[in-house]
């Protein structure tokens, strides 16, 4: 469609609203006029979320949800209808990270996360498109990763999921080409949320402090505020673009993958900060 997606008094629905990236998105969409339906697992901070994002005129509705639950993803859509009657966007923003090597990585494991990260998004865009269709001017909007343009080694898991939601996302819209729902891929690059801290490493890979000091080094490679990178990410979705680029970390990287898409590795193991 034409012009800029005007986003007030539109209808949103964002996964992994309690914090990080999906909050920014929530506060960043209610600043606009743009009412919420907030997701995540973690059903107690999203107190803090609606709160941030309260604005006058703005209906919020909070909802436990877990997307690894086919179940609970398939009720959902009729959840959201009932408390505001229609859905006009969808942020599939919710995931989880896993640490490790392919052979240091369990199968159950390696399952959860893609549970979580790529049929989490697959499972929340098939029950929302209806409404989306319905809608006259509707967004789906996937979030991806800096992992999701490169592969780095002892991102096995992680890097396969975001790589399938990348992959997804861009078939799906050329699929929806001519409807009314436009699509938008988001890769992220170190944004400061508590992702690196939460993530799931294998049993007795390394000690406490091992362990610690690595979540460490990976956090102090997330410095943009999780604010900036969700207005970033708005201002995306209001100019129609299909893709969002979040950091300047994920535009160099980017263009490096693109100069060198066999070696690009080798180039940012030199450029690596020692």
């Given at each position: 469609m034409p012009g800029r997606m005007k986003l007030h008094n539109r209808t949103a629905v964002v996964t992994g609203a309690a914090s990080g990236i999906g909050q920014a998105l929530a506060v960043s969409l209610a600043r606009r006029g743009c009412h919420l339906a907030l997701a995540d697992i973690n059903e107690a901070p999203l107190a803090q979320t609606?709160?941030?994002?309260?604005?006058?005129?703005?209906?919020?509705?909070?909802?436990?949800?877990?997307?690894?639950?086919?179940?609970?993803?398939?009720?959902?859509?009729?959840?959201?209808?009932?408390e505001h009657g229609r859905v006009d966007i969808l942020v599939n923003n919710a995931g989880v990270a896993l640490g490790g090597t392919f052979d240091q990585v369990s199968e159950a494991d390696f399952e959860w996360l893609f549970e979580i990260n790529f049929w989490g998004v697959v499972r929340m865009t098939r029950a929302f498109l209806p409404l989306l269709r319905a809608s006259d001017?509707?967004?789906?909007?996937?979030?991806?990763?800096?992992?999701?343009?490169?592969?780095?080694?002892?991102?096995?898991?992680?890097?396969?999921?975001?790589?399938?939601?990348r992959?997804?996302?861009?078939?799906?819209?050329?699929?929806?080409?001519?409807?009314?729902?436009?699509?938008?891929?988001?890769?992220p690059g170190g944004v400061a949320t508590?992702?690196?801290?939460?993530?799931?490493?294998?049993?007795?890979?390394?000690?406490a402090a091992e362990e610690a000091e690595r979540r460490s080094?990976?956090?102090?490679?997330?410095?943009?505020?999780?604010?900036?990178?969700?207005?970033?990410?708005?201002?995306?979705?209001?100019?129609?673009?299909?893709?969002?680029?979040?950091?300047?970390?994920?535009?160099?990287?980017?263009?490096?993958?693109?100069?060198?898409?066999?070696?690009?590795?080798?180039?940012?193991?030199?450029?690596?900060p020692r």
């Open positions: 609606a709160k941030l994002a309260s604005l006058p005129g703005i209906r919020i509705s909070l909802h436990r949800l877990d997307v690894a639950d086919r179940k609970a993803v398939a009720s959902f859509p009729a959840m959201v209808m009932a001017d509707a967004r789906l909007v996937n979030l991806s990763s800096l992992y999701g343009l490169i592969s780095p080694p002892g991102q096995t898991a992680y890097s396969a999921s975001k790589f399938a939601v992959g997804f996302t861009q078939s799906i819209r050329h699929e929806l080409e001519g409807s009314h729902v436009g699509v938008t891929v988001v890769h508590a992702i690196a801290r939460n993530a799931r490493i294998p049993k007795g890979l390394f000690s080094a990976a956090e102090k490679l997330l410095r943009m505020p999780a604010q900036t990178a969700g207005e970033i990410i708005v201002k995306g979705m209001e100019r129609r673009k299909p893709r969002v680029l979040v950091g300047v970390d994920a535009k160099i990287i980017s263009w490096i993958e693109r100069l060198e898409p066999v070696s690009y590795w080798k180039i940012l193991e030199r450029l690596r």
